[in-house]
């Protein structure tokens, strides 16, 4: 089965009973929504079949940073305690703004997935096409699964900083410009305002539109506008 980093709600309505598709909600709370009960809003209403992947969770909460990638061997045991397999083509989604389900798609790609793809539009753009909605957990058997690591998906603080100085690479900072600028207050206490020096700042939500990236030229525009080559 051939893969895309996107498939729409039709192509997934279509599949959604074939046995080679699992699907993933991948939904979270960002900075400043922490009152949020994300893994509720799962059991109120999610696609059907899907399991919660809850990205704080997975998180590696022995570093004193936020959101840091688990272990591999932590990974694999919660994935297959969620029932997800490894060789299936997993189906990533969020509540619609193409926030966290990127992340969840990178996570897994992190430890050696190779089928998966981002619900274009996710839970908003499902139920407008008035497609099912599941309340409830989804159990599934144990699956299979052997995390990976690839080394080349993460850098380095050290990476970082000789790109910086020695502009050896472009730095891409995807915060609101505000933030960027150091305007406002970060939402997370005690984090500095301002920016990597040489970063050039693309907000993530200007690539976006109703939960999908925009087209290629405008994507071309945004960047080129930004000073990314």
């Given at each position: 089965m051939s893969t895309t980093w996107f498939v729409g709600a039709d192509w997934l309505a279509e599949h959604i009973d074939d046995p080679e598709i699992q699907i993933i909600d991948a939904r979270m709370a960002s900075p400043g929504q922490e009152d949020r009960n994300v893994a509720q809003e799962y059991l109120n209403g999610h696609i059907?079949?899907?399991?919660?992947?809850?990205?704080?969770?997975?998180?590696?909460?022995?570093?004193?940073?936020?959101?840091?990638?688990?272990?591999?061997?932590?990974?694999?045991?919660?994935?297959?305690?969620?029932?997800?397999?490894?060789?299936?083509?997993?189906?990533?989604?969020?509540?619609?703004?193409?926030?966290?389900?990127?992340?969840?798609?990178?996570?897994?790609?992190?430890?050696?997935?190779?089928?998966?793809?981002i619900l274009g539009g996710g839970l908003a753009g499902w139920q407008r096409d008035d497609l099912l909605l599941e309340e409830g957990a989804v159990e599934l058997p144990e699956g299979e699964f052997n995390a990976a690591f690839n080394p080349e998906a993460v850098v380095k603080v050290t990476d970082v900083l000789l790109a910086s100085h020695e502009n050896t690479a472009q730095i891409i900072d995807a915060r609101p410009a505000a933030r960027f600028n150091a305007e406002v207050d970060e939402p997370r206490p005690g984090l500095r305002r301002g920016h990597i020096p040489g970063a050039l700042n693309v907000p993530w939500t200007e690539l976006v539109r109703e939960g999908e990236l925009k087209t290629t030229d405008e994507l071309d525009a945004i960047f080129f506008g930004r000073g990314v080559s």
């Open positions: 059907p079949g899907a399991v919660f992947f809850d990205i704080e969770a997975l998180s590696d909460h022995t570093s004193p940073l936020p959101h840091m990638l688990p272990r591999p061997e932590t990974f694999a045991v919660a994935m297959r305690e969620l029932g997800v397999n490894q060789d299936k083509h997993l189906i990533v989604y969020d509540e619609g703004n193409l926030f966290s389900a990127p992340r969840a798609w990178w996570m897994l790609r992190t430890f050696g997935v190779e089928k998966v793809s």
